[in-house]
């Protein structure tokens, strides 16, 4: 009857064991799930804000596309014209 006794004893301080880890564990979790939700939110945040950046830019961009283009027409031109002079 004695070692039922220490069994039932031993079990339960078991459990306590795994219930007091069970929830250490659980409390990590929620604070990286925090920590997550945190990371998520500045991440959002900072695409909303390039996408506007990029949209203030964009007629910009076309604009210096169009300049750069037609510079390259006048370098291969006047490369051509290098070449043929010499």
Do not use: Y
């Not at 939700?37 to 210096?64: F, M, N, Y």
């Amino acid at each position: 009857m004695m070692f039922f006794d220490a069994l039932n004893v031993l079990n339960i301080a078991f459990w306590i064991i795994c219930f007091v880890w069970m929830h250490r564990i659980s409390t990590r979790q929620d604070s990286l799930l925090k920590a997550i939700t945190e990371q998520g939110k500045r991440i959002e945040r900072l695409s909303r804000d390039e996408h506007d950046l990029i949209k203030e830019v964009h007629p910009v961009v076309g604009a210096i596309k169009e300049k750069v283009e037609a510079m390259s027409e006048v370098v291969q031109e006047t490369s051509e014209t290098v070449k043929e002079k010499a």
